[in-house]
């Protein structure tokens, strides 16, 4: 009887289907000082259009889907020496610090950080314990800095990278190309926005 019920058990465990990882979307920086034309360390308008637009086009496709979708924004001291080549962007409560895309609300939690990374903010890395080794779509301003540090991360913390050209942005072409090229040779995955 004992042999029977484990060899049922054991069948059951061996004939269930592999966990399907969660798809998250995570949007980076996508704040007043570097979407606008009036911010503090703008990026290209054309990029930042396009970023902006593909972005709300992600959220809207990871809701239909069921998908999690998550915020990481930059809210620097006004006192951080850090944040001084980035002519002061993003302070903590200040207007350049908000978030840009529409109906933030439908865009998930927002958690804060302090430099590139965006898996650096305790609380980013706490609620990704509950969506291990999931698929990150990002998209995000700036392509070779807080995007870049952030996938990098992602990648190493054992989660599968997704992005897209017309995801992200920086303060010129030049930049954006070759951040781009850096996003997929640390692994991010080149895909169309669904």
């Known amino acids: 009887m004992i042999l029977t019920a484990t060899i049922a ?3 059951s465990f061996a004939t269930s289907p592999p966990a399907v990882p969660d798809t998250v979307v995570l949007l980076v920086d996508f704040q007043r000082d570097f979407a606008t034309s009036t911010g503090a360390w703008p990026a290209d308008p054309s ?3 396009q970023a902006i637009e593909r972005a709300t086009e992600l959220v809207n496709a990871a809701h239909a889907r069921g998908w999690s979708v998550v915020r990481v924004a930059n809210a620097f001291s006004p006192w951080d020496p850090g944040n001084l080549f980035r002519r002061r962007a993003a302070i903590r409560g200040s207007s350049g610090a908000q978030w840009v895309l529409v109906d933030a609300a439908h865009q998930g939690p927002l958690f804060s950080k302090t ?4 898996f650096a903010s305790g609380s980013l890395s706490t609620w990704f314990e509950s969506h291990p080794e999931s698929v990150i779509w990002v998209a995000g301003f700036f392509t070779e800095g807080c995007v870049l540090s952030t996938a990098k991360s992602a990648i190493g913390r054992g989660h599968k990278v997704l992005s897209s050209p017309s995801l992200v942005a920086s303060v010129d072409s030049a930049s954006w190309r070759k951040g781009w090229s850096r996003l997929q040779k640390a692994g991010v995955v080149e895909v ?3």
């Open 115 to 118: 430099g590139p990374d965006g």
């Open 47 to 49: 990029l930042s259009r």
């Open 9 to 11: 058990l054991t069948l």
């Open 192 to 194: 169309p926005v669904p």
